[in-house]
């Protein structure tokens, strides 16, 4: 699998593809709560990124998981 693609949706991560004035990508100043690798298969870890979409849909579902009903 091409290290551009999102091993989560199999989507382009576009990592790298926006980068500000120092060179940093998105996800260098984005949070990936820990249980998100649990979703990425093991040959992909610390290789792949996760895309942008899959970090906020997890987000939103952490933060629906978590809320008091
Ligand atoms: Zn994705």
Not at 9 to 14: G, I, L, P, V
Not at 45 to 55: E, N, S, V, W
Request: charged fraction near 40%; include cysteine; aromatic fraction near 8%.
């Amino acid at each position: 699998m091409d290290k551009k693609y999102c091993p989560i949706c199999k989507e382009e991560n576009r990592c790298m593809t926006s980068v500000d004035e120092q060179g940093n990508c998105w996800c260098f100043a984005e949070e990936f709560p820990k249980e998100i690798f649990e979703l990425v298969p093991e040959e992909s870890k610390r290789k792949h990124c996760i895309c942008k979409t899959c970090l906020n849909k997890y987000k939103e579902e952490l933060s629906e998981a978590t809320r008091p009903s």
